[in-house]
Each structure stands twice: as C-alpha cells, then as structure tokens.
C-alpha cells in the first residue's frame, strides 16, 4: 500500500489553505495537483535547454528533441505501445478525439454509415461525432445505459448489428465512476469488423492500462489528470491506422518535403503533429509518467478504491445522501468518482458550502449532461474524486461538510 | 444567508402566469440554473410578474427578490437595471464562479420585456 502522507510532502500546493482551512482537493476528475518533480522538470527544460525542437544543429536544440522524443518512448511503455510511432501528442482527450473524428473520420466515413458511442460518454466523445455525422450524413447511435449505470450489453449488440465503421467508448465514467469492461467489449467489437477508439481520460491516470491487454485499436487520455501539466494530451493508435489515415493539421514539423504543388508527410508520429510541439508538455508528462510509474498504478488504484469503499460507507449512513453509480457490493467495478446529491439543495450550494469548509469538488453537469440528465431531472450532481494523495482523513472532513449541507439547509 | 435558504425553500412569485404579454427563459451552461421569467404590462408599468424554474439557492432567491422588487416598476426603470442594482437589491456580491447565478433573473426579465413589447 502507497502511503498518502509521504506522497503529498511532494505536492506543494497540497499545503495551501483555503478561506483559513487546509485545502482538500477532491476534484482530481477534472485535473490532478502536480508533484515537485514535474515543476522542476518543466522549470529545468526553460532554465537549462529551451531551444525548438528537431532540425536545431546546436547541442540545446539536441537535448531539447532528446528529452521530448524520450516523453514519447515513456508513454509508449507505460501503455504497452509498440513504439513511438504509435504515440501523437495533442492538446488533451478531446483535441485526440477530435483528430479521428476529422483526420480519420473525413477519409473513411460516408453517407448512411454508423458510428457508435454510448450514453455516458463526456461531451469530448459527443460533440465530435456528432459533427462528423452532420458533414457527412453518417448515422450516429448510442449504446444505452442501464439502472446500475453500467453499459447494457444487449444494447451494444444491437449498436454493432449495424455494421457500425468506429465504435468509440469511455473506459471509466466521469460521473459514476462506473468502469467498463473493454476487453470484453473490444472482442465483440472487432468481430463486427469496426474500429476501437477508447477514451482514457478518467482510467489511464487511476489504474494500469495496457493497450495490448485491452486490444483497443485507438486510446485518447490527458496529461493534466495524470499530474502532467495542461496542454498536453495523448493518442495511441495501431502504426497501419495511423500511416493509412490523412494528417490531421498541415504545417511545419509534419513534412519531409514541399514543393508549391505538394509535400510529402513526414514519418510517425510526426504527421500528425504540426508546428512547434508543446516541448514543457511532453518533458513534464514524462515526468508525470517517472512518479506514478514509482508509485505503481496497482498501488493508486488500491489506494482509491479503498478511499472509495470508506467514502461510500460513510455516505450510506447519511440519510438523504444519494449516491450515483455502483455501490458498494460492486466495488470492483467502479473508480474514485462519486457523484452524489442530497434531497432539496442544488449541487451549486453544496460545492459551496464545502469550499467554506477548504474542499474544492465539483458541480454540475460535468460535461455529460445527457448522462446527468439521466440520472436527476434537473441535470446536476456534486462529485468528489480521488487520487494517490488523498486520505480518509480528508474523506472524513468530506463527510463532515455533508452534514453540514444538511443542517443550513434543513435537511432530515 | 438564512433569509436565501427560506426563500430557497418558499419562493416568491413562483409559477407560469395564466395571462402574460412576455416570457424569457435563461439557462447557465455552468450550473444548470433554468428560469423562465413571465411578465404582464400595463401602462408602461409591470402589472404581474411571476419565475419558474430551479438552479442554487442564489439564483432561486434572487429570483424571488427581483420579481417582487419589479412589481408595479415601470419597464424604463427595470431596462435600466444592472449587475450593481442586483447587488443592492441582494444585499451582497458573488465570485465570479457564481455571478451568473445572481444575474440570470434580470437577464431573463429583460429579455422578456423585450418579448413582450415585440409581440405587441
């Protein structure tokens, strides 16, 4: 077991008070705190060796390339990848998810295909099919969910029937912190002959992921969740997908050669990474991917799961606390993100209350607001998620602030 | 912040109007706060006014608050109004991360005056 105590003497803002009380960080869905290690990173690359990246003939320019292709080699191992080539930088999920949707999307979509997405996806794995299906007349549909907030099977083969070109699925939810069984899915998906696109922006920073492992083609995740800097984001994808796709944005750096009539794309990865890269992105997310790999994935995931149980049973003695999600007999099957509501006071106001108290969580629909609406007609829940640094003491000061909500407001 | 939390809970003015000349609704992206303002005319003046909806305990009491206040205003006055009177009439000033939660309700009153003088 990791020891929460220890970690967070690496995370400077963690000592950071808050309208006079400790902070207490529980919104590590939405972005996580960055060690010491990663600022020194990123602070040491613009102290000692900033210069751009590729074609520099200058040893700052050579460490600089140096140190960003070896961010690369870091995530490809950490994911099980292949190589470099596999691995496209963006600016976070959505820019990934967004980069099939138009590079592959454009060249491989037609009128009166399907493309197949599910209920609880985050706006990022919405919003970007449903323009591609828009341009080009294609037919979007959606595995449904079930009452346990798990993805229904029955659905999903139904979904698959239709021949679907791209299936594209949320690893873990960002509301219910439910986890969906990928492998399992992958298998049924690629005996339909479609292509897997996963989102890891809420599984990758929490759990060990391994691209094999789950047999997903194509996988999108952030930096900034998994104590990376922001701006900097991630999309693996199989060498022959990424070589028969089309460049996602032309400029600088993706080219071997231009003439005023064409060019010639550069080599994986670099055709789909136009213009200067986010040098500090890439140098801090390798940093990020040193920590936890120090860590140990297992290690975090055994850490929040057994916050999560705490929490949820803490939460289950709380009359007028609901709980969205698998409970606490399927504790396997859910991450550290609880969504929760308390009858008659708006999410607005508990998140409030709570930050009276230090606790920064968060409110609303979070980004899922089909999925929200589902779950509360008025489309908003307050949401406490976990991460390698927090402690049950921090979940008790947590539980304390919901009493709290309940006594303002008058509740039962 | 007592007086919010009963307002909260027994709102003023709260329901669809059975006769009203405009109506607006407003809707946060960031909270989830939904009002809908109706309001009646008459000569110039806010004859009846009513909000139906739901969001925070800010938005909720700022709607109640407002749609009293507006009572028997002349619509010149009301257009008039902003983020300063709103403060005044509330008695105290939200963070940015909550601002619209406090603005929404004139928002949506102006919105629907405007609505009603366009289907005139």
Same mark, same amino acid.
């Given at each position: ?13 963690? !000592?950071?008070?808050?309208?006079? !009380? =400790? ?77 099939? +949707? ?27 099919? =449903?323009? @591609? ?6 037919? @979007? ?23 679907? &070109? ?53 996988? +999108? ?70 920590? @936890? ?36 007999? &399927? ?60 402690? !049950? ?20 | ?12 003015? *709260? ?29 110039? *003046? ?11 305990? /800010? ?23 902003? /983020?300063?009177? /709103? ?16 603005? /929404? ?5 102006? *919105?629907?005056?405007?609505?009603? *003088?366009?289907?005139?």
């Amino acid at each position: 077991m990791l020891d929460p105590y220890r970690i967070r003497e690496d995370f400077p803002i963690l !000592k950071t008070k808050v309208n006079g !009380k =400790q902070l207490v960080y529980l919104d590590n869905a939405a972005t996580s705190q960055k060690p010491r290690q990663v600022i020194n990173a990123i602070s040491e690359y613009y102290r000692k060796y900033n210069a751009n990246i590729h074609r520099g003939i200058y040893k700052l320019s050579e460490k600089a390339t140096e140190k960003y292709v070896e961010s690369k080699e870091k995530v490809a191992k950490f994911i099980g990848a292949r190589g470099i080539e596999e691995i496209v930088y963006t600016r976070n999920t959505t820019e990934a998810l967004n980069l099939v +949707a138009i590079a592959w999307g454009e060249a491989n979509i037609k009128e009166g295909d399907h493309i197949l997405i599910s209920e609880m996806e985050h706006h990022s794995n919405i919003v970007p099919w =449903q323009l @591609l299906a828009k341009r080009k007349k294609a037919k @979007l549909d959606y595995v449904k969910i079930n009452s346990e907030t798990s993805l229904e099977m029955e659905s999903l083969k139904e979904g698959l029937e239709k021949s679907p &070109k791209i299936v594209s699925l949320t690893h873990v939810s960002n509301v219910t912190g439910t986890i969906n069984e990928i492998k399992s899915i992958a298998k049924l998906v690629h005996e339909s002959g479609a292509l897997f696109l996963v989102d890891g922006a809420q599984s990758l920073p929490h759990m060990p992921v391994n691209v094999e492992d789950l047999s997903c083609d194509m996988l +999108a995740f952030s930096g900034h969740k998994m104590l990376g800097p922001t701006g900097i984001g991630v999309l693996y994808a199989r060498r022959e997908i990424l070589d028969s796709m089309p460049p996602f944005l032309g400029g600088g750096d993706m080219i071997k050669a231009v003439s005023y009539e064409s060019a010639i794309w550069n080599d994986l990865p670099w055709k789909f990474e136009a213009g200067t890269s986010n040098i500090e992105g890439g140098i801090g997310l390798g940093a990020a991917i040193d920590y @936890l790999k120090r860590i140990g994935m297992q290690n975090i995931h055994e850490h929040e799961k057994a916050l999560t149980e705490y929490a949820l049973k803490r939460m289950s003695e709380i009359r007028n606390v609901e709980v969205y999600g698998y409970g606490l007999e &399927k504790l396997e099957k859910r991450s550290g993100v609880i969504s929760f509501s308390i009858k008659g006071v708006h999410p607005h106001d508990i998140a409030q209350i709570f930050d009276s108290e230090g606790i920064a969580i968060r409110a609303g629909h979070h980004c899922a607001m089909p999925l929200v609406k589902k779950l509360i007609s008025n489309g908003s829940v307050a949401r406490m998620s976990f991460y390698l640094y927090n402690t !049950k003491e921090e979940v008790d000061k947590a539980i304390d602030a919901i009493i709290k909500v309940k006594k303002m407001f008058g509740v039962e | 912040m007592e007086e919010l939390i009963e307002l909260y809970k027994h709102p003023h003015n *709260k329901g669809k109007l059975s006769d009203y000349d405009g109506e607006a609704r407003e809707y946060s992206q960031t909270c989830g706060d939904d009002i809908t303002i109706y309001v009646k005319l008459e000569n110039g *003046k806010v004859k009846d006014i009513s909000f139906d909806g739901n969001g925070c305990v /800010i938005s909720m009491s700022t709607a109640s608050k407002l749609t009293d206040f507006a009572k028997g205003k002349s619509i010149e006055d009301l257009e008039k109004m902003g /983020i300063e009177d /709103i403060f005044k009439l509330m008695g105290f000033e939200v963070g940015p991360a909550r601002l619209h939660c406090e603005t /929404i309700s004139l928002e949506a009153l102006q *919105k629907a005056i405007k609505n009603a *003088k366009e289907r005139r």
